[in-house]
């Protein structure tokens, strides 16, 4: 089985939910994990609700500091914003890195309803990503 670590800031929304989409389009051939530089302390509830839209289950995830996975092998490291993207350590045994950075949806303005649809457009981005990486 492949590894990969996804890398954000706050490790809140989007490394979040695409640890869970990858874990789910990998079909068991890849185990997903996410970690912040400076982790939120929460998964934003609208990533949650989100992933849940597509039968993802975030509701246990908590986030979790990039100190959590150092020195554990990885196949792959992805960073998801610019921030993670500069304060990535090295992971020696890393056989690929790749930076695709996606809005924040974190700061989205709106009424509750342009939120919901933000949060749900970014996971889209990451699910349309992730698939044609794994293609």
């Given amino acids: 089985m492949k590894k990969v670590l996804i890398l954000c800031t706050?490790?809140?929304?989007?490394?979040?939910?695409?640890?869970?989409?990858?874990n789910l389009l990998g079909r068991g051939e890849w185990?997903?994990?996410?970690?912040?530089?400076n982790p939120?302390?929460?998964v934003h509830p609208l990533a949650i609700d989100a992933m849940h839209d597509v039968g993802v289950n975030l509701d246990a995830a908590v986030s979790k500091h990039l100190?959590?996975?150092?020195?554990?092998p990885?196949?792959?490291?992805?960073?998801?914003?610019?921030?993670?993207?500069?304060?990535?350590?090295?992971?020696?045994?890393v056989v690929e890195t790749l930076h695709w950075p996606?809005?924040?949806?974190?700061?989205?303005?709106?009424?509750?309803?342009e939120r919901r649809a933000g949060f749900a457009r970014v996971r889209?981005?990451?699910?349309?990503?992730?698939?044609?990486?794994?293609?």
Wanted: proline share 4%; hydrophobic share 40%; glycine share 10%.
């Fill in 10 to 22: 706050g490790n809140s929304c989007r490394s979040q939910m695409a640890e869970g989409l990858w």
């Fill in 31 to 37: 185990q997903a994990v996410s970690a912040g530089s």
């Fill in 40 to 42: 939120a302390g929460y």
């Fill in 67 to 72: 100190d959590q996975f150092e020195g554990e």
């Fill in 74 to 93: 990885f196949d792959l490291v992805v960073t998801v914003c610019d921030n993670a993207r500069e304060s990535c350590p090295v992971f020696p045994a």
């Fill in 102 to 113: 996606f809005e924040d949806p974190a700061h989205f303005a709106g009424s509750d309803a």
């Fill in 124 to 135: 889209d981005e990451i699910a349309a990503k992730i698939g044609g990486y794994l293609e």
